[in-house]
């Protein structure tokens, strides 16, 4: 007998058939899902962190820039000004078991293209009761176009217990809170250029468009399968702002840089 991750104790050889089983469908998953595309002048910016280890959170944005490409060392000057101002902007608006750990940047351009990481140590400030780790607030991005799905938004693991007005709404004076500093914070990334970096501006990455519904011919069951843009599509924000109702970040805990 064994005893798996989940604390269940099961026959050995079971369990490793399930490892092996989970093993193989993963490899199948990753080889046929095709490599992204290249976006032009674009900047993937994550930040990631944890709430009371092992539990973690995660956000990422995308700048675009119109002058020259960045090099490895001008995205490392990039990570460190994010992480000033993050330190000004949003560490106060974290509890206290909250803790920014690992910042990375990504030029799109091409396979490529510079690409960096930033280990650092930012932990929240902000008075109250913790809330649970999948709590977050959530901040529409507007753009101009409309599609199905609702629109582009960032997940941002900031407030306690006592920002909230009930179980499902924050307080408006959070809320003014939350975007005041979230605000700021967009406000020195685009002031954070590199030379020749040109103009910094917020925007929106769209790489699929539709889906085939594909049909198992085993199981009979079918599945959407996103169709993937020949070109993705980058859509400038024209404004922020976070929204009233508490969200979630449990599905994007798991995601990787």
Known sequence: MIQSPLGV???????AALLRLTEIRCRRYSASMPALPAVSKVVRVAASGTISAPAVWL???YIQYTGTAP?????????TAI?????TNVKPLQDVDTTLTLLSAIDLS?????VT????????????????SQICAVQSYVIARRYRGGHPRGYWRVGTQTDMSNTTVWSPTAVTAFDTGLDALFTAVFAAGWSGAGTLSHVNVSYYSGFTVVTNPI???????????????????TATTVRPSIGTQRRREAFQL
């Open 9 to 15: 104790r099961v026959p050995s050889f079971t369990f």
């Open 59 to 61: 956000t990422r944005f």
């Open 71 to 79: 090099v490895v060392s001008d995205l490392d000057a990039f990570l």
């Open 83 to 87: 992480d000033t101002a993050w330190n």
């Open 110 to 114: 091409s396979p490529t293209s510079a």
């Open 117 to 132: 990481t930033k280990a650092v140590s930012r932990i929240g400030t902000r008075a109250g009761s913790v809330l649970p």
């Open 219 to 237: 199981t009979g069951r079918a599945r959407n399968v996103p169709t993937l843009r020949g070109t993705p599509l980058v859509d400038p924000v």
